[in-house]
């Protein structure tokens, strides 16, 4: 039994509430220890093949008063997952009854199954409420009916999806869905389509609700989808502070100029912009300013806040850094006077051990003078 004061209990729980094997541990010598840490040890959940039924069986067990406390819910499935339509209506139906809960997570699980409306209904039922959904590495059917279960969960503020569509889209199918959510603030989205271009049908919905979204991320995207990216641009941009934008090899400097630098130039709040450039093989030792450069140079430079450049590099070899007009990118980076923080993500599958070293010795000295110059190298 603890004989510590009620108070110096919450103190310490409060202290090593992200040390969940620590609370677990003494929650086993004290009853009242684990009482109070069930914020903490079930304020996370997440299920995998192995774990789910038996979490299943235990919510409706006597033992389950941690279900008022689950926050997130996390969903983890076999990539080999073929779940049919009645096992997953049958799984997420089960899942209904949390309270508390605002965020879902799911990897993984057959989605391609709410193109039926009972299936959707389901979904919608059992997760009405969240604010914040992820979605990572799995397939819908067509991309209506991403944004059919979209435009259903009107407390939606935080969306992210990465995904691939089987079918295309019929086009007269989207008159008739409702609004995006009105509380939507954070939206990214990584789509595929396997014989296509999924990201017109969205980009045109999300466009019909409110200027409320502050983040938006959007890739890969084709030359064809600029016009409507533009047109989405310039209705985001009274509240637009983060920008992400990963764009297809073949669009041109002139198809960014063109379609949504003057849609850009009206974002003056931006404060973090992300840019993607790829240098492969195929490029010339010198190319042509790279299209993503010309997102940098579009925004406003008075009364712009920009902050943060996040400049993601995927190259297939160390010398391809040669390849990136890096006269042009510091041209644009001595204008940005408020830019504190420049940092480069680079992929790449050889070695590049001394990639840190080659980047900053290509930056202009004053601009690494502001501030903060990180290079970050991932495989």
Known sequence: MSTFPPELEDLFIGHMQGEKDALASCGLVSRAWLYLSRPYLFGSVTLRDHTYEGFLRLMVSPFSTFVPFIKTLSISRSETDVDTETTFTEFISQLAGFPSLICLRMNYVSWIHLSYPGTLTVF???????????????????????????????????????????????????LSLPDPPRSLQHIRLCLRYNDGDPFIPI????????????????????????PAVGRLL??????????????????????????????????????????????????????????????????????????????????????????????????????????????????????????????????????????????????
């Open 203 to 226: 980009i045109s919905w999300i466009g019909t609700g409110p200027p409320t979204v502050c983040v938006l991320e959007l890739g890969i995207l084709w030359s064809t989808d600029l």
């Open 234 to 379: 310039r209705t985001l941009a009274p509240a637009l502070r983060a920008l992400d934008l990963k764009l297809m090899n073949h669009v041109t400097a002139h198809d960014v100029d063109t379609h949504l630098a003057p849609s850009l130039a009206l974002s003056t709040r931006i404060a973090h912009l992300t840019i993607h450039i790829g240098l492969h093989r195929f490029h010339a030792p010198i190319t042509r300013p790279h299209a993503p450069l010309v997102l940098l140079a579009a925004l406003p430079h008075e009364p712009a806040a920009l902050e943060t450049l996040t400049i993601v590099l995927t190259i297939d070899f160390m010398h391809m850094l040669d390849a990136l007009d890096w006269a042009h990118l510091n041209t644009a980076l001595r204008a940005r006077t408020r830019l504190r923080r420049l940092r480069f993500r680079v992929h790449c599958n050889n070695a590049i051990g001394a990639a840190a070293k080659e980047i900053r010795k290509r930056i202009a000295p004053e601009v690494v003078a502001r501030g903060s110059v990180e290079v970050m190298l991932l495989q």
């Open 124 to 174: 919608i039922a059992a997760f009405h409420d969240i604010t914040e959904l992820y979605i990572q590495s799995t397939t819908f059917m067509t991309p209506h009916h991403l944004i059919s279960m979209l435009a259903r969960l009107p407390r939606l503020e935080k969306v992210s999806v990465h995904a691939t569509f089987v079918e295309d889209e019929a086009p007269s199918r989207e």
